[in-house]
């Protein structure tokens, strides 16, 4: 796009973020990169213009808890262009000298609440510090019991993500996991930042596509070419199964390895799953729907409700995770949608899940903007 039209373009989204609480915001225009400049604007991140759109799908791939698609506004922000990064997450490491959820022992209160009543704590020796690790399985198994390929891993921790023999050595651009939703906050709360609601999240992840099925279109791998990291079953075979041979699961791959979506964001979907600020409601989204009044910036339910966890209390403490993995596949979840969601232990990291952050700033000024999408 010409500077000239980007420059109206950008105007047009400032004066709908200053107009916000006058009236809902515009859907926005064709969408134009426009990225911090770490001066005047926050580095690292793109302007996400205000406007509304179709959230969820009623498409014949998604599942119950993405249904109906209703219309929901939001105001403009700034987004990661990138999940935070190993290199990133050290770095406040090395500043805060924080301990992550992982490196902890657990803490048996927060560990009952995702049992069923009556479950006796177990001994101390038996509550040491790790984390969820996917395993994978030596042959095809009921898809119905993901226990079978998932293991608490003693040791496992954002930097050995697969446990005591793994490492990130190497991988410092790569996606960092086995973060939990509160080793987020502190994050957050360093970096001046803040998590995305869900709202926001798939706004941005949409990139101005209404209601297409992947962030870059309809089409899986235009011109055969993937556009995200997940489990590919025609190249890895048969989900969850690991070939020793080939040294077990396909992992993260480094940020901006795809093209980015119409806002200038890479890895919406697949390499690690994202999480967002809201409780998880199974049917939240059913709720929404029915609203009489236009959904303008939601915050998502009150509490936590999933039926589909077995043996989990229905409303076990459960934040929303999005964007799928590198682990999502066609025969189990297929969650590199935008509009697929989950639920997940907010204390409990995996080997698959990260982050990105939002920051509430100043939308970028004309002159910015024209610049950027020159």
């Known amino acids: 796009m010409a500077g000239g039209a980007a420059l109206i373009v950008v105007a047009a989204g400032a004066a709908a973020a200053l107009a916000w609480h006058k009236s809902s915001p515009p859907v926005p225009a064709e969408p134009v990169v426009v990225l911090g400049d770490g001066v005047t604007t926050p580095g690292g991140m793109a302007w996400i213009p205000p ?5 969820g799908s009623d498409s014949k791939l ?19 262009v990138t999940h935070v990064t190993n290199d990133e997450f050290a770095e406040f490491v090395r500043q805060t000298g924080y301990v992550t959820t992982a490196e902890q022992k657990p ?4 560990i009952r609440v995702q049992l069923p009543p009556g479950i006796p704590k177990p001994p101390d020796d038996v509550l040491v510090p790790g984390a969820m690790v996917f395993v994978g399985t030596s042959g095809p198994v009921d898809l119905r019991d993901y226990s079978q390929w998932w293991r608490y891993v003693p040791g496992a921790d954002w930097r050995h993500p697969q446990g005591p023999g793994s490492t990130i050595e190497g991988k410092g651009d790569h996606p960092v996991v086995q973060v939990s939703y509160e080793d987020v906050q502190a994050y957050a709360k360093w970096a001046g930042k803040r ?12 990139g101005g596509l209404e209601q297409a099925t992947y962030v ?23 989900f969850p199964v690991v070939s020793p041979k080939a040294g077990g699961a396909e992992g993260t791959v ?5 093209p980015p979506n119409g806002y200038g964001l890479y890895d919406m979907t697949g390499n690690a799953w994202q999480w967002v600020a809201d409780w998880y409601g199974a049917d939240y989204f059913s709720k929404q729907a029915k609203a009489t009044t236009p959904i303008v910036d939601p915050q998502g339910p009150a509490q936590a409700f999933d039926p589909s966890d077995p043996g989990v209390p229905l409303d076990a403490p459960k934040r929303v995770i999005r964007g799928g993995s590198f682990l999502c596949n066609e025969s189990y979840c297929l969650s590199y949608r935008p509009s697929a969601r989950r639920g997940s232990d ?4 995996m080997s698959h899940v990260g982050f990105r952050l939002v920051k509430d700033a100043a939308a ?4 910015v903007a024209a610049h950027t999408a020159k």
């Open 364 to 367: 970028p000024t004309a002159q």
């Open 346 to 349: 907010p204390y409990s990291p």
């Open 62 to 80: 998604a599942q119950a808890n993405e249904k109906p698609a209703h219309a929901v506004s939001v105001k403009g922000f700034w987004m990661d």
């Open 195 to 206: 998590l995305p609601t869900e709202a926001e999240w798939e706004y941005a992840a949409r």
């Open 254 to 258: 480094p940020a901006k390895t795809f």
């Open 51 to 55: 406007g509304s759109f179709q959230m």
């Open 107 to 110: 803490d048996w209160e927060t």
């Open 216 to 238: 870059w279109g309809d089409e899986l791998s235009p011109d055969g070419k993937p556009m995200a990291n997940y489990w590919d079953s025609k190249q890895q075979g048969t």
